[in-house]
Every structure is written in structure tokens, then in C-alpha cells.
């Protein structure tokens, strides 16, 4: 098995992380997320980038872009996880794992929020954990290579 190439995928207002909302969100800056991630990712030995846009297109330009060039993708669609049925197109075109991430729990919040257009296209999700949750998302990744090793 070679080595296996993440794209963490950040939707919008994540660039505010830390200073957002920290009530709900937490304290921690979008560049600490990132910075510990690639830490964990170089120790497991996997090629991570990430890209944070506060753009559809540019979200779905990137998720096209990484078609046969990463194995999996972390998203964290933010707002555009309940309607944006053109990431959601886009991640059912281009057929890359995705595991899907929260930082709250969104389906303790407003009946809005409890609703994903991108889940059913994913390969699972993870909420609640604060920035734990991307951590817990390069995690599964880690163990569902290592089972189909």
C-alpha cells in the first residue's frame, strides 16, 4: 500500500474558527487544526492539504481537481451541508471517500442544522467532537487502510 493522500475540505466561516461563535466552536484556530492533522497525517504516514473556501465553486472546483489524485477526502461542508446539492453532486461525481465532519453536535442545535444534503454520499460522518472530530475523521481513515491492508 502506498502512501494515502487526504484533501481536508473546510467550508465556510472555518477561516473565523477560534474567534466564531468559540461557545460553540472552541477556541482553536483553523491553523492549529491543520498544523496537528499534518502532524498526525506525517506521523501515519499520509500526504495531507487542505483548502478552507468560503466558495461553492471553489469547494466543488477542488473536489473535482482531486479526482485521482487523493484517496480521501475530509469535508467539513459548514452551511452548505444543508443545501448544497452541488458539493453533494460533486462528491457523488467524483467518487473519493469522504468522511464528513462537525465541530457541534448538529442535531442538538436548530432543526435546521439536523438535516445533510452531502451525507448520504459519504462514507460516514463525525459531530460533536469539536476538533476532534477532524482528528477522529484522519483516524478512521488510518484504521480503514490498515483493515483493507
Given at each position: 500500500?502506498?502512501?494515502?493522500?487526504?484533501?481536508?475540505?473546510h467550508?465556510?466561516?472555518?477561516?473565523?474558527?477560534g474567534?466564531?461563535?468559540?461557545?460553540?466552536?472552541?477556541?482553536?484556530?483553523?491553523?492549529?487544526?491543520?498544523?496537528?492533522?499534518?502532524?498526525?497525517?506525517?506521523?501515519?504516514?499520509?500526504?495531507?492539504?487542505?483548502?478552507?473556501?468560503?466558495?461553492?465553486?471553489?469547494?466543488?472546483?477542488?473536489?473535482?481537481?482531486?479526482?485521482?489524485?487523493?484517496?480521501?477526502v475530509?469535508?467539513?461542508?459548514a452551511?452548505f451541508t444543508?443545501?448544497?446539492?452541488?458539493?453533494?453532486?460533486?462528491?457523488?461525481?467524483?467518487?473519493?471517500?469522504?468522511?464528513?465532519?462537525?465541530?457541534?453536535?448538529?442535531?442538538?442545535?436548530?432543526?435546521?442544522?439536523?438535516?445533510?444534503v452531502?451525507?448520504?454520499?459519504?462514507?460516514?460522518?463525525?459531530?460533536?467532537?469539536?476538533?476532534?472530530?477532524?482528528?477522529?475523521?484522519?483516524?478512521?481513515?488510518?484504521?480503514?487502510?490498515?483493515?483493507?491492508?
Open positions: 500500500m502506498g502512501v494515502v493522500r487526504v484533501l481536508v475540505l467550508g465556510p466561516n472555518l477561516n473565523l474558527l474567534t466564531r461563535e468559540p461557545d460553540v466552536y472552541g477556541r482553536t484556530t483553523l491553523a492549529e487544526v491543520n498544523e496537528r492533522l499534518q502532524e498526525l497525517a506525517q506521523q501515519w504516514g499520509m500526504e495531507l492539504t487542505h483548502l478552507q473556501s468560503n466558495h461553492e465553486g471553489q469547494m466543488i472546483d477542488a473536489l473535482h481537481e482531486a479526482r485521482g489524485t487523493v484517496d480521501w475530509i469535508l467539513n461542508p452551511a444543508h443545501y448544497s446539492y452541488a458539493i453533494r453532486d460533486a462528491l457523488a461525481a467524483v467518487e473519493i471517500p469522504t468522511i464528513e465532519v462537525h465541530l457541534s453536535n448538529v442535531h442538538q442545535r436548530e432543526e435546521f442544522r439536523t438535516h445533510s452531502t451525507a448520504p454520499v459519504c462514507v460516514g460522518q463525525i459531530t460533536g467532537f469539536g476538533v476532534e472530530s477532524y482528528v477522529l475523521a484522519l483516524e478512521a481513515i488510518r484504521l480503514r487502510m490498515a483493515l483493507e491492508a
